[in-house]
């Protein structure tokens, strides 16, 4: 009933269905890449390095000859994952302090909020590259999401705090804490769900913050190995040959700007159908 | 007020000892360090390692150094860099100027295009032409930096030849115009996502405005559309732009550090990535401290714009 007319709403915003469209099929080309294309991405050929699409590389092939639909695909695996993974550890990390801050008030509240303006007034950027010189200015998947997830939760613990705010007034929490719930019980089980609008808006727009963050940091050398195929990389290892090669770069930032682009159009379009807003 | 400006500018040196603390700390934990170059050059000798680890601080834990660090630092010495052995300041003397001029024009553009933009849009609200600026500026957001960089550079430098690909000035050509030239892309690229910001949340907060009774009291009046949107919309609107705008450095100054990188800009940002790559302690805590205090000084000056400009506004 309530999802119908959420669908209902969505389903107006044309940009958002587009995009839920494009992301698919980004995912799905993803996660299907050994079915769609033949070679490994990894596999070198330096006879044909450099090659323009032709049927046989339909986006030609990079410096080493790997060809690049394959490392886009594969790529698409690694850049997508990081994506969600690191929205899903900063999300834990944001819902969990802001849920205790909104709802236990007083000193946690005001620890925590310390805490966030703390860290939104640092140099972010600054002091990661600093941190990613502790593994050789390189970053293995896991440790990226972790960093990523570490600087990015700070919106999400904002808001989540503010709606913990109004909605522990409310009657239900009151009767579940009569009934004998305790706080971790009704701060989780009870309030949560009633404030997933906000955290799944916030947490669509996470993902393209997520991606462009680590695709920057790949850019500047200091993002994931450049062995591991990631748009960031390949846009990053394609710079050289811009003029004579210029698919190696164009390929992989549309298809970052594509799927990144459809995640802000469906968190966008999820704002207006949740009603986030208004209430 | 002024006790306000006061209490919050003791919390901003506060946050400076802090952020100074914490960079400190993740660099010189880090493993490997600025000697780990000479270990394995067979033309340095164990004890020329141990000389310059004892020259440098490094045979003394790091919260020692630190407060040596911090104590030349109050008295104005930034030191001297680890891998060219000159002063900090005298580097960042050089570089400075490059990023300045790259994060005014960036700013100057993002204004210059946002108020336009934004104002286009709140007064067609629903037009194809508020559709199309919503679309790009969601486009705008999605890009990556280096990409549209990267793009730019193909279209107006390579296929067109209208700009240069890259660097700030021609060999031996130091001329404004000459800089000018060289400041489109990269203030373009940097200044992209504010432009996209500043316009359309300059466009909602018109909207905002629109409904105010000043706004109808003003034409009631009789007077002018033109002055009204002037002097009783936009006036009012920019308001919550401005700290905005203070709040949006953050962007501006990590943004700068990938521009430069694109446009092999000789700012600051480049110089910070180079001493991460040199493991040069002493710029890269100079950067980092910079970028804090651009930081710190954008936060303050955003709520001291909003005193100034909203009287609606006074701080106790």
Same mark, same amino acid.
């Given at each position: 009933?309530?999802?119908?007319?959420?669908?209902?709403?969505?389903?107006?915003?044309?940009?958002?269905?587009?995009?839920?469209?494009?992301?698919?099929?980004?995912?799905?080309?993803?996660?299907?890449?050994?079915?769609?294309?033949?070679?490994?991405?990894?596999?070198?050929?330096?006879?044909?390095?450099?090659?323009?699409?032709?049927?046989?590389?339909?986006?030609?092939?990079?410096?080493?000859?790997?060809?690049?639909?394959?490392?886009?695909?594969?790529?698409?695996?690694?850049?997508?994952?990081?994506?969600?993974?690191?929205?899903?550890?900063?999300?834990?990390?944001?819902?969990?302090?802001?849920?205790?801050?909104?709802?236990?008030?007083?000193?946690?509240?005001?620890?925590?909020?310390?805490?966030?303006?703390?860290?939104?007034?640092?140099?972010?950027?600054?002091?990661?590259?600093?941190?990613?010189?502790?593994?050789?200015?390189?970053?293995?998947?896991?440790?990226?999401?972790?960093?990523?997830?570490?600087?990015?939760?700070?919106?999400?613990?904002?808001?989540?705090?503010?709606?913990?705010?109004?909605?522990?007034?409310?009657?239900?929490?009151?009767?579940?804490?009569?009934?004998?719930?305790?706080?971790?019980?009704?701060?989780?089980?009870?309030?949560?769900?009633?404030?997933?609008?906000?955290?799944?808006?916030?947490?669509?727009?996470?993902?393209?913050?997520?991606?462009?963050?680590?695709?920057?940091?790949?850019?500047?050398?200091?993002?994931?190995?450049?062995?591991?195929?990631?748009?960031?990389?390949?846009?990053?290892?394609?710079?050289?040959?811009?003029?004579?090669?210029?698919?190696?770069?164009?390929?992989?930032?549309?298809?970052?700007?594509?799927?990144?682009?459809?995640?802000?159009?469906?968190?966008?379009?999820?704002?207006?159908?949740?009603?986030?807003?208004?209430? | 007020?002024?006790?306000?400006?006061?209490?919050?500018?003791?919390?901003?040196?506060?946050?400076?000892?802090?952020?100074?603390?914490?960079?400190?700390?993740?660099?010189?934990?880090?493993?490997?360090?600025?000697?780990?170059?000479?270990?394995?050059?067979?033309?340095?000798?164990?004890?020329?390692?141990?000389?310059?680890?004892?020259?440098?601080?490094?045979?003394?834990?790091?919260?020692?150094?630190?407060?040596?660090?911090?104590?030349?630092?109050?008295?104005?010495?930034?030191?001297?860099?680890?891998?060219?052995?000159?002063?900090?300041?005298?580097?960042?003397?050089?570089?400075?100027?490059?990023?300045?001029?790259? !994060? %005014?024009?960036?700013?100057?553009?993002? /204004? &210059?295009?946002? @108020?336009? #933009?934004?104002?286009? =849009?709140?007064?067609?609200?629903?037009?194809?032409?508020?559709?199309?600026?919503?679309?790009?500026?969601?486009?705008?957001?999605?890009?990556?930096?280096?990409?549209?960089?990267?793009?730019?550079?193909?279209?107006?430098?390579?296929?067109?030849?209208?700009?240069?690909?890259?660097?700030?000035?021609?060999?031996?050509?130091?001329?404004?115009?000459?800089?000018?030239?060289?400041?489109?892309?990269?203030?373009?690229?940097?200044?992209?996502?504010?432009?996209?910001?500043?316009?359309?949340?300059?466009?909602?907060?018109?909207?905002?405005?629109?409904?105010?009774?000043?706004?109808?009291?003003?034409?009631?009046?009789?007077?002018?559309?033109?002055?009204?949107?002037?002097?009783? !919309? %936009?006036?009012?609107?920019?308001?919550? /732009? &401005?700290?905005? @705008?203070? #709040?949006?450095?953050? =962007?501006?100054?990590?943004?700068?550090?990938?521009?430069?990188?694109?446009?092999?800009?000789?700012?600051?940002?480049?110089?910070?990535?180079?001493?991460?790559?040199?493991?040069?302690?002493?710029?890269?805590?100079?950067?980092?401290?910079?970028?804090?205090?651009?930081?710190?000084?954008?936060?303050?000056?955003?709520?001291?714009?909003?005193?100034?400009?909203?009287?609606?506004?006074?701080?106790?």
């Amino acid at each position: 009933m309530m999802a119908a007319r959420v669908w209902g709403r969505f389903r107006r915003h044309r940009a958002a269905v587009a995009g839920a469209v494009a992301l698919a099929l980004v995912m799905g080309g993803a996660a299907l890449a050994p079915l769609l294309t033949p070679y490994n991405p990894a596999a070198l050929d330096p006879d044909h390095a450099l090659e323009a699409p032709t049927p046989r590389h339909p986006l030609g092939t990079d410096d080493l000859g790997r060809d690049e639909l394959a490392r886009l695909l594969y790529g698409g695996r690694v850049s997508l994952l990081v994506g969600m993974t690191a929205m899903l550890v900063g999300s834990a990390i944001g819902v969990t302090l802001g849920s205790l801050a909104g709802y236990l008030g007083g000193r946690v509240d005001a620890a925590v909020m310390r805490l966030v303006d703390l860290v939104l007034s640092f140099p972010a950027i600054f002091l990661l590259l600093i941190l990613l010189n502790w593994t050789a200015g390189r970053a293995p998947v896991a440790l990226m999401v972790g960093y990523l997830g570490l600087f990015g939760w700070t919106g999400l613990a904002r808001i989540v705090r503010a709606e913990y705010l109004s909605l522990r007034e409310r009657e239900f929490v009151e009767a579940a804490r009569a009934g004998g719930a305790g706080v971790r019980r009704v701060v989780f089980r009870h309030i949560l769900p009633n404030a997933m609008a906000p955290i799944l808006v916030q947490a669509a727009f996470a993902v393209g913050g997520a991606m462009l963050a680590e695709a920057a940091l790949d850019f500047l050398g200091f993002g994931l190995p450049p062995e591991i195929p990631t748009w960031g990389n390949l846009m990053t290892q394609a710079e050289s040959y811009l003029t004579s090669n210029p698919v190696l770069v164009i390929a992989p930032g549309a298809v970052v700007t594509l799927s990144v682009v459809a995640v802000f159009f469906i968190g966008d379009a999820l704002r207006d159908a949740l009603d986030v807003r208004a209430r | 007020m002024t006790r306000y400006v006061l209490q919050r500018a003791a919390q901003a040196v506060a946050l400076l000892a802090l952020v100074s603390l914490v960079g400190y700390a993740i660099m010189n934990l880090a493993p490997g360090g600025p000697l780990a170059v000479y270990m394995h050059n067979p033309q340095v000798t164990p004890e020329r390692i141990a000389i310059l680890r004892h020259q440098l601080g490094f045979d003394r834990p790091w919260y020692a150094r630190y407060v040596v660090w911090a104590g030349a630092l109050l008295r104005g010495q930034w030191g001297d860099s680890y891998y060219t052995g000159r002063p900090v300041l005298a580097m960042i003397g050089e570089r400075l100027p490059a990023t300045l001029a790259l !994060m %005014l024009s960036a700013f100057g553009l993002a /204004i &210059a295009l946002a @108020i336009p #933009l934004g104002t286009f =849009a709140a007064t067609h609200k629903y037009s194809w032409g508020d559709t199309a600026l919503s679309f790009g500026s969601f486009f705008a957001w999605a890009m990556p930096t280096f990409w549209f960089g990267l793009m730019l550079q193909l279209l107006f430098a390579v296929r067109w030849r209208l700009l240069p690909v890259a660097g700030m000035h021609e060999v031996g050509n130091a001329s404004l115009p000459d800089l000018a030239r060289h400041l489109v892309l990269p203030a373009l690229v940097l200044g992209l996502g504010s432009i996209a910001s500043w316009s359309r949340y300059l466009r909602s907060s018109l909207l905002d405005v629109l409904s105010q009774d000043y706004v109808r009291t003003a034409r009631a009046k009789g007077l002018p559309e033109a002055r009204v949107r002037r002097r009783h !919309m %936009l006036r009012n609107a920019l308001i919550p /732009i &401005a700290t905005l @705008i203070g #709040l949006d450095l953050h =962007a501006l100054v990590g943004g700068a550090v990938i521009t430069e990188s694109i446009f092999g800009w000789p700012g600051m940002g480049r110089l910070f990535l180079e001493a991460l790559n040199n493991r040069d302690y002493p710029v890269q805590m100079a950067g980092l401290m910079m970028s804090a205090a651009l930081l710190v000084a954008g936060n303050l000056m955003a709520d001291l714009a909003y005193v100034a400009l909203d009287p609606r506004i006074r701080y106790q």
